[in-house]
């Protein structure tokens, strides 16, 4: 099997399984130039952003399920690497809440990575990166030390990890960035070795975790990148979360697209996916979270997000951009480049199913793609010629007690 075979193979896999991956959208870039303009516009302008001390405002992408949300934040992935980016893809689920920033942020680390490289973003720069004579370098730690606000600890870390410290505790200065904090008595034993005394540090401030991607999206900067695009999939999830999370979430939703006055991180791109009735499911309808979060907000500790969490359901109201269904020629020429691409894959002639499913504006793609493979893999395996069923499923926005456990910002100390 010669290499573009494989590479064929490994695209129709992704495809079946309806996870795309770098080769489907090498083959099948999506359609819709509206969408592919705008993100260009959000890579240029968030480089802009360094100098103008702001953020890009980001983009929140609508689309039902099978309508090809997840492709395109593949094929963002791929252009924000061509960029010179560091990238992210985070899904929101169980273990990465959107109301948790703490669980959060150690996920966008955890997943970020940079062209070329197949390891840890962070890791891989970390362990690469050169601090002698280096002006980004030096701009970095000029903000550290004139920012207002900051927390002690990235200056202290950052000059711990410019004397070439042991690879020991390298390890630990990777896992502090990273989001898992050192002891105290760590970091200052690590400090006074160093003849770093002019740092006092404590234990990390609860709930300055923007704080921590301003840091390192300005890391990532000095050590050469364009800056940091983050991609969330599957923001729907807020809806099953408790009340109070729910505003929590809106609020962190406003603050990572640059919405929120004061919260601008400068150089950092944010993508979140969501469905397209959320708004009339959750924002109106039973819900109503128009009107119960602020409410609900009231009088608790997390009353100075209000503002933020209103900002953050009028983005899901009104900002988003909707995937539109592939016209009936998109259908056709897509059609072609599967059959094409399955072709390669196993030297087979695919015989014509176009047939197996009419052409109607509410089908997704993802739906059409399948039930063409299913079709041919029948035929070329069984030589069985069989029509796909297709069952819809409503998408829940039921509240999920499995994911309302509330250990928001949880600091896990770690010992190396």
């Not at 062209?115 to 004579?133: F, N, R, S």
């Not at 609020?251 to 469905?275: D, E, N, R, S, Y």
């Not at 959320?278 to 907000?297: C, F, S």
Request: aromatic share 10%; hydrophobic share 40%; net charge negative.
């Amino acid at each position: 099997m010669n290499r573009e075979m494989l590479e064929r193979r490994r695209a129709l896999e992704a495809l079946r399984a309806g996870v795309p991956n770098r080769d489907v959208v090498r083959l099948l870039p999506p359609e819709q130039a509206d969408l592919d303009a705008r993100f260009h516009t959000l890579l240029a302008e968030t480089e802009k952003g360094w100098e103008d001390g702001k953020q890009a405002p980001g983009l929140l992408l609508e689309g039902d399920f099978g309508t090809g949300k997840s492709h395109w934040l593949e094929y963002f992935r791929h252009l924000a690497f061509e960029s010179h980016f560091v990238v992210s893809t985070v899904v929101l689920n169980k273990e990465t809440p959107l109301h948790d920033l703490a669980k959060l942020f150690r996920a966008c680390v955890e997943s970020a990575a940079i062209p070329g490289k197949v390891g840890p973003a962070l890791e891989e720069i970390a362990h690469a990166y050169e601090v002698d004579g280096h002006a980004r370098f030096a701009e970095l730690i000029e903000w550290l030390h004139a920012t207002p606000g900051l927390d002690p600890r990235y200056a202290a870390t950052l000059c711990l990890f410019a004397r070439n410290p042991s690879e020991y505790l390298r390890e630990k200065i990777i896992a502090e960035w990273t989001g898992y904090p050192m002891r105290v008595s760590d970091l200052r034993a690590a400090l006074r070795e160093m003849e770093l005394t002019r740092y006092q540090v404590a234990a990390p401030e609860r709930g300055a975790i923007l704080q921590r991607f301003a840091f390192l999206n300005r890391f990532f900067q000095a050590a050469g990148y364009t800056g940091w695009a983050i991609l969330f999939d599957e923001t729907e999830m807020i809806s099953k979360y408790s009340v109070r999370q729910r505003g929590k979430a809106y609020a962190h939703l406003a603050q990572l697209l640059g919405l929120v006055k004061g919260t601008a991180t400068p150089g950092l791109a944010t993508v979140f996916t969501i469905t397209k009735d959320y708004t009339g499911q959750v924002l109106y309808g039973r819900k109503n979270d128009l009107e119960m979060i602020p409410a609900r907000l009231q009088n608790t500790r997390d009353e100075g997000l209000t503002a933020a969490a209103e900002t953050g359901m009028r983005a899901i109201k009104s900002k988003g951009v909707e995937l539109r269904p592939p016209t009936r020629a998109q259908v056709q020429g897509i059609y072609h480049k599967v059959a094409d691409l399955y072709a390669g894959a196993y030297a087979w002639q695919t015989p014509d199913v176009a047939e197996v499913r009419e052409y109607a504006a509410s089908t997704g793609m993802r739906q059409y793609v399948r039930s063409w493979i299913n079709a041919w893999d029948l035929r070329r395996l069984y030589d069985v010629q069989a029509e796909t069923v297709v069952e819809t499923v409503a998408t829940s926005y039921e509240e999920d007690a499995d994911l309302q456990h509330d250990a928001s910002d949880d600091e896990p100390q770690i010992t190396l």
